[in-house]
């Protein structure tokens, strides 16, 4: 699927169930997302990949969002789940890690496990 110029892929196992707060669980996806079409618009390369990745791990059930716009450069690595950090200017609030953190570590608590939140600073982000 083509979204902009954004080459979309997915491989979601179909028959994997969970039980979670819908609403908090779409909107961290949304923000995620939404990140990566804006870093894909301040870049305008050619070949823009965006992925997703569902699978089931031992103890787990491990979603990974993708994009290849570049990655997020190790100087700000460790603000970017701080409240209001954003490189975008006007543009962006700095809040939509921060809420996906706020979400994922205090609402979406599962079973014994619990939900972490891991952000390669590549160009890889995944929730699991
Ligand atoms: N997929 C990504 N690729 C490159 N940089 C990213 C990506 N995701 C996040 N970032 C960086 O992390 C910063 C913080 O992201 P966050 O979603 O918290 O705020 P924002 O996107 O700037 O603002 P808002 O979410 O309100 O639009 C961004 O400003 C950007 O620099
Ligand atoms: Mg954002």
New binding site residues.
């Given amino acids: 699927m083509k979204i902009n110029n954004i080459k979309y892929t997915q491989d979601i196992d179909e028959n994997l169930m969970i039980t979670t707060f819908e609403n908090e669980l779409i909107q961290t996806i949304i923000?995620?997302l939404?990140?990566?079409i804006?870093?894909f618009k301040e870049k305008l390369q050619e070949n823009q990949k965006l992925s997703v990745l569902v699978t089931e791990e031992k103890t787990h059930i491990s979603m990974e969002i993708e994009?290849n716009?570049?990655?997020?450069p190790k100087e700000?690595i460790r603000?970017?789940?701080e409240p209001y950090?954003?490189?975008?200017s006007k543009?962006?609030?700095?809040?939509?890690?921060?809420?996906?953190k706020t979400i994922i570590q205090e609402h979406l608590k599962g079973g014994n496990h619990g939900a972490k939140f891991r952000k390669h600073y590549k160009?890889n982000?995944s929730i699991t």
Avoid: W
């Avoid at 716009?69 to 997020?72: D, L, S, V, Y």
């Avoid at 543009?91 to 996906?100: A, P, R």
């Fill in positions: 923000n995620i939404k990140n990566s804006d870093a994009d716009a570049g990655g997020i700000i603000k970017i789940f950090f954003s490189t975008k543009n962006g609030t700095g809040l939509g890690l921060y809420i996906c160009n982000n």
